[in-house]
């Protein structure tokens, strides 16, 4: 079953500003607050049991603690950061089992032009200029929180039917 327009409706205004948070924070300090994560979970805690039905919104904690057991053991080899991996964690009881397939296919495609964008502006001495002190142009590590917040708040807008014309 896919996300209905209007769970995601409920979601989009409380989740909003936690994933540009994140995807700022990430960028300047490369790191990924757990009270970001904390707040994520808080708006799904509260705001989940009203934008869903009460069996998908429990069946969404499953999802949370799926993903939070990949992430760490991702995290423990290598190949991700415990701030994303909680994050993702985070993340997961917002997408619909329905649409999992098009939002990794999404997440694929934010990543990319996250990580390209990134390395890009990096190598601007304008851009750079504006936030010197920023820990990931310094870093050979991406910060992940900017593909990751948008990532979620792309799915929500595109469930929600934001732009999409009739």
Known sequence: ????????????????????????????WMKIHNYAVLALAAVYLLIGPLALPLETWAWGWASLGLVLVVGFVLNMVGLLGAGDAKFAAAMAP?????????????????????????????????????????????????????????????????AAGIGATA
């Open 1 to 28: 079953m896919a996300l209905s327009a209007q769970a995601a409706l409920w979601f989009l205004p409380f989740v909003a500003p936690i994933a540009v948070w994140v995807a700022w924070s990430d960028m300047k």
């Open 94 to 158: 917002f997408v619909a089992l329905g649409d999992l397939s098009s939002f990794l296919m999404l997440l694929a495609s934010v990543i990319m032009v996250s990580f390209i964008a990134h390395r890009l502006a990096r190598r601007s001495s304008a851009i750079v200029g504006m936030a010197p002190a920023w820990e990931s142009w310094h870093r050979r590590e991406f910060p992940l929180g900017l593909a990751l917040g948008p990532s979620l708040l792309f799915y929500l807008a595109l």
